[in-house]
């Protein structure tokens, strides 16, 4: 398919006869990236001006890593989607809140403790989103207290770069847990709430060494591993409890 808009569907038919289809997005980055989701598609960024040939090149001597990357997540187990009712428990900041369910003529949300108090009104509760729905507005408050904290202590961490303070964004997303511009405007995801401190730090860094190296080379995780030395660490256990909780 032609590429001219910089996003397409591509197939690339290996040595092994094997064919695989994969989304392709060109960007202003400098390196070709390699993107495999838990549903086994794969994506691939590439630099505006590296040709298909090398970047079909790219994937022949990566493609025993990719087939193994895929089959295990077609292995594993689905994890059930998040689901809310009355007595049930979900997982905010790396710990477990309880949910406490009342109906009444409005919709709020307000945390107690270890437990999470809803009132909701007849009508919503009967909608497929409606108890999800309140809950979702409340985390989102919680985010745009929560993360700003976490990026101006990460920022300070990193002060002897004398970066500016970047703008701060908050939305779902499905494939990444966050992104930076060169603008210096952090998106983080919604779903970064319900994880530990220490995995939403080790996302804003990873970002923040994006506004001085803004690809990911050698020179990038030299940075990363710099002002945070246990970043692998800290990446794991962000995909762990993501893997065994939430599906994501």
């Not at 094997?18 to 838990?38: C, D, M, P, Q, S």
């Not at 007595?87 to 437990?115: I, K, Y």
């Not at 997303?173 to 709430?193: A, P």
């Amino acid at each position: 398919m032609p590429d001219h808009d910089g996003k397409a569907l591509k197939e690339y038919r290996h040595d092994t006869g094997e064919t695989l289809f994969f989304h392709f997005i060109r960007t202003a980055r400098k390196t070709i990236g390699l993107y495999v989701h838990r549903d086994g598609s794969v994506q691939v960024r590439a630099p505006n001006r590296v040709p298909l040939a090398q970047i079909y090149l790219f994937m022949r001597e990566r493609w025993d890593w990719l087939m193994l990357q895929r089959a295990r997540f077609m292995e594993e187990p689905a994890p059930a989607p998040v689901r809310y009712e009355n007595g049930g428990t979900f997982q905010h900041l790396g710990h477990s809140l309880t949910l406490r369910v009342n109906e009444a003529g409005h919709n709020r949300a307000t945390r107690h403790g270890d437990v999470l108090q809803v009132v909701i009104t007849q009508e919503r509760l009967a909608t497929p989103d409606g108890l999800g729905g309140v809950i979702e507005l409340w985390q989102r408050r919680e985010a745009q207290k929560v993360f700003p904290l976490r990026l101006a202590f990460c920022h300070e961490e990193m002060k002897s770069l004398r970066l500016p303070f970047p703008d701060i964004k908050i939305r779902k997303m499905r494939t990444r847990w966050g992104s930076c511009t060169r603008k210096g405007v952090i998106t983080l995801n919604l779903e970064l709430i319900r994880m530990p401190a220490e995995c939403i730090d080790y996302v804003v860094m990873h970002e923040l060494c994006h506004l001085v190296e803004f690809n990911h080379s050698k020179q990038f995780y030299e940075l990363q591993s710099r002002f945070m030395p246990d970043w692998k660490e800290r990446k794991h256990r962000l995909e762990t409890l993501a893997r065994a909780h939430y599906g994501l």
